[in-house]
């Protein structure tokens, strides 16, 4: 088992982000499950009493963790369907921004999925707190979805709709990709779905 990827500074970073970085890269990679605190202790490189000053438990931990996730993750994915076009006057090109900005993600060698899903299947049973944290980031998710969509009052509702059923869209992909499908083939049906929003909105 190798251990967790660290930047080139984290020896000078303050011991929660250390912590806060190192679990981050082990819950995601090997699960939350199959990752103890004291692997996360000893490639942080912190003791046992400064873990335990920043995380009173593991679970405190893996919120933590999902908080820092939710922020980086969500951030990232605004850039990437700006950068993609999502910001485009036609909503065509706006909605094709999607399955490029997917492919960034989901086409990466350390692509394990969605960590809220994955988080929600191995602890949400026993810790409701993951459950809040993943159902807020999947609304977060859905209002980013929105904003590819037509604006103005007049579609509303059919925005919130659409974007609801682009957010099923995405989370399809994320399972179908790491259940192994080929990833050309995914974005390929991405795409497909989206050309028949877009045609049922010029309709």
């Not at 984290?10 to 499950?33: C, E, M, N, S």
């Not at 993750?73 to 076009?85: K, Q």
Request: charged share 25%.
């Amino acid at each position: 088992m190798t251990s967790a990827p660290q930047p080139p500074d984290w020896k000078v970073q303050p011991a929660r982000d250390r912590l806060l970085h190192t679990a981050h890269a082990l819950f995601y990679r090997d699960g939350i499950r199959a990752t103890g605190i004291d692997r996360v202790i000893a490639e942080s490189g912190v003791t046992k009493v400064t873990f335990y000053r920043h995380f009173p438990s593991k679970n405190d931990l893996v919120c933590a963790y999902l908080e820092y996730r939710h922020t980086r993750w969500i951030d990232w994915f605004a850039a990437a369907l700006v950068c993609h076009g999502g910001e485009h006057d036609d909503a065509a090109r706006r909605l094709a921004a999607l399955p490029l900005a997917l492919a960034e993600w989901l086409g990466r060698d350390d692509y394990r999925g969605c960590a809220f899903i994955n988080s929600v299947s191995e602890l949400g049973g026993t810790v409701p707190e993951v459950v809040d944290i993943a159902q807020r980031h999947k609304r977060d998710v859905t209002q980013l979805l929105a904003t590819l969509l037509p604006p103005g009052p007049e579609h509303e509702q059919e925005r919130a709709q659409d974007a609801q059923a682009l957010t099923l869209v995405v989370e399809g992909a994320i399972v179908r990709v790491q259940m192994g499908e080929p990833l050309s083939g995914v974005l390929a049906s991405v795409s497909r779905l989206l050309q028949g929003m877009v045609a049922v909105q010029r309709a």
